[in-house]
């Protein structure tokens, strides 16, 4: 009779998005901005020209990588809200190792650097994991205050040891030496997009079609029935969020390697944070998430390209946020609709029956 | 240290701690309530640049300081409407508030950079109380704000412990179904306190850019409205042990600060990790020491009275 539920889902997902620019165009009009102006703007900023097209997905590449980390964790019920610091140390890792040993042949460097930042995102995730393994401390506090600490440590590096000595006291370090750059796929797109997209793969096959997945799922909706089955909860919190860490970090190895060839101040602007917008929107859904992260992507770039007509680009965190809120909202909607075919059903079969 | 920077030191930690006491006590409401804010972080930047804004607008510095009350109140308000109201996931949506205050803070706060506030609050000596030895020092030649956030944890201890009111706003936090049975309007008062808690998130904003900086930059409250809600779980929900916790940690951002002038050779941005580390600190010894802490029973639970 009415339409398939999965139908309905997605409309009210993505009535949810549409909402949230509907509201986005109500606060640009109401702070003298012309709205249609300005998502015009943003749309040809993010995809108008091939090279809009280009910087939009290198931006897609970190949010893919820190979104499906966070989609992990959140899968199990971790509340890793630690992304942009392990995505930070990821990038520390592999700026290590680039400046510390220029010498070294690409072939040495780059997987070096790879290893290196998956390592560094796995270790600032094991911190917050150990605590809560075994001390039962809450990781919602404490993978947030280690982001502040992570953003500090790049600016004790990047004033002090790491700063280029050519470049007075800006709050970055000297170039990487080019065997240390991520090789391109095609214009200025890197090598970490093709990571990403086989991260995507790896995560949507073990969270769908693996024992371990099924594991991490039933540990993360009913962990009291995960301990009754005897899941080792303990092990799997420590490699869940070491994983999670891990593709953040290599986030980070991206960022420094692929795309500004240096460590520096405010390497990324807050990927780390948007991750969680990004893997709640696709609903903890691996290939989602890569949508997901391409339209969030967009509108970072968009944000940036109408900053010249006088728009803030905190526009595209706003809207963002705003995405967040509506499709939390709308989940509401979901249950009702749920509900009450659950009673339609009742009744028809109450009624069938003599 | 000599004694006189001892009590600058301490004087210090009262004005840091300020913020964490309007935004903890503020959390100690919504969670009383039995429901969880994470948003408190964008409530306050939201209130500060709203303050900000009015200050440069108006030229009243009480005024500023109520338009960051109301801001807040109306970010919170919204974060009653999802979760009260349409059930949603109390964790999400708080972090939902702290990213979207962040972005809106920022957008609305871009023609204020770099603009001084004309109206700060300074600080004012209390007649007799002022003058006080010691005591006087570190307590009462503080700014205005600062004397408000002693009257407001006192006032918020006795209203939650000692009230009907209070008490009603306990029963919701515990059990929202034995509130409803006692008459007690459980979505009014969580609405009420999720917003007063909210308004006072928006006056830790403003304090910092009314008072304590007083200017506005984006950002500002780097992660202070994270450090306030490790601090409700440090004091159990209780507003006087938030007053002691607020110090604890404003001592220890003072220290941050003031270290290097006391001659030791440290990095400062190393120091600017203290606050930082001290909570990861606080928190695992609470949670080591204290398993069985008291947590309100209802705490993230959506009510709806059909089910």
């Known amino acids: ?354 | 240290m000599n004694p006189d920077q001892i009590v600058l030191l301490l004087a210090a930690a009262v004005a840091s701690g300020a913020p964490l006491i309007f935004a903890g006590i503020g959390e100690v409401l919504a969670e009383r309530s039995g429901v969880l804010n994470l948003g408190i972080e964008g409530m306050m930047l939201v209130g500060a640049v709203a303050g900000f804004a009015a200050a440069v607008v108006t030229g009243n510095a009480w005024l500023a300081a109520a338009t960051a009350l109301a801001a807040g109140g109306l970010m919170a308000a919204g974060h009653a409407l999802l979760t009260v109201t349409l059930g949603a996931e109390q964790v999400t949506t708080g972090l939902a508030l702290a990213l979207f205050g962040t972005g809106l803070s920022a957008f609305v706060g871009k023609p204020f950079i770099g603009i001084p506030n004309p109206v700060p609050f300074r600080a004012v000596a209390l007649p007799g109380l002022g003058d006080l030895p010691v005591l006087g020092r570190i307590f009462f030649r503080q700014d205005a704000l600062v004397y408000v956030s002693y009257a407001l944890a006192l006032v918020a201890w006795w209203w939650i412990t000692r009230t009907r009111p209070g008490l009603h706003l306990r029963a919701c936090g515990e059990s929202p179904e034995a509130a409803d049975a006692m008459g007690v309007n459980v979505t009014a008062t969580r609405y009420g306190a999720v917003i007063a808690g909210g308004g006072l998130a928006g006056l830790a904003g403003g304090y910092l850019s009314l008072a304590y900086t007083p200017a506005w930059t984006e950002n500002m409250t780097g992660g202070l409205g994270w450090i306030a809600v490790a601090l409700v779980i440090f004091a159990t929900w209780n507003p006087l042990r938030l007053l002691a916790g607020a110090y604890l940690f404003g001592a220890v951002d003072a220290l941050g600060f003031r270290v290097q002038l006391l001659g030791v050779e440290t990095s400062s941005i190393l120091l600017r990790m203290l606050p930082y580390l001290f909570t990861l600190m606080v928190l695992l010894v609470i949670t080591l020491v204290r398993r069985q802490a008291y947590v309100p029973a209802a705490l993230g639970r959506t009510y709806f009275r059909e089910e």
Request: without cysteine; positive net charge.
């Open chain 1, 1 to 354: 009779m009415a339409t398939a539920p999965w139908a309905e889902a997605v409309a009210i997902r993505v009535g949810s998005i549409v909402a949230a620019f509907i509201t986005g165009a109500v606060f640009l009009a109401a702070t003298g901005h012309d709205p249609w102006r300005a998502y015009r703007e943003m749309t040809n900023g993010a995809f108008g020209s091939l090279f809009a097209v280009e910087q939009t997905l290198i931006k897609a590449i970190p949010l893919m990588l820190t979104g499906l980390g966070v989609t992990l964790a959140f899968t199990m019920g971790l509340w890793n809200i630690g992304a942009e610091g392990q995505l930070v140390v990821g990038a520390l890792g592999a700026s290590w190792l680039a400046l510390s040993a220029p010498h070294l042949p690409a072939a040495v460097m780059l997987p070096g650097i790879v290893l290196l930042g998956l390592a560094g995102g796995a270790m600032w995730a094991l911190i917050p994991a150990v605590l809560r393994a075994f001390a039962g401390m809450n990781e919602i506090i404490s993978t947030l205050m280690l982001n502040y600490v992570a953003l500090l440590w790049v600016d004790y590096l990047v004033f002090g040891v790491w700063a280029d000595p050519a470049a007075f006291s800006f709050p970055y370090s000297r170039v990487f030496p080019t065997s240390a750059h991520l090789p391109t796929l095609f214009g200025d797109v890197h090598l970490g997009l093709v990571l990403a997209l086989a991260a995507t793969a790896g995560l949507a096959v073990l969270l769908s079609r693996t024992h371990w997945g099924y594991e991490i799922r039933t540990v993360g909706t009913s962990p009291a029935a995960a301990r009754y089955a005897g899941m080792p909860v303990r092990r799997n919190i420590l490699v869940v969020m070491a994983i999670s860490g891990a593709l953040s970090g290599l986030a980070g190895m991206g960022e420094v390697s692929g795309v500004i060839h240096r460590i520096q101040q405010g390497l990324s602007p807050g990927y780390g944070f948007t991750a969680i917008i990004v893997a709640w929107v696709a609903q903890l859904r691996p290939w989602a998430v890569v949508i997901v992260a391409v339209l969030f992507a967009a509108l970072l770039n968009g944000g940036f390209v109408i900053q010249m007509t006088g728009v803030p680009a905190a526009i595209a965190y706003m809207l963002q946020a705003l995405i967040l809120t509506f499709v939390l909202g709308s989940e509401y909607l979901l249950r009702r609709l749920r509900r009450r075919r659950a009673v339609a059903t009742t009744r028809a079969a109450l009624a069938g029956s003599p």
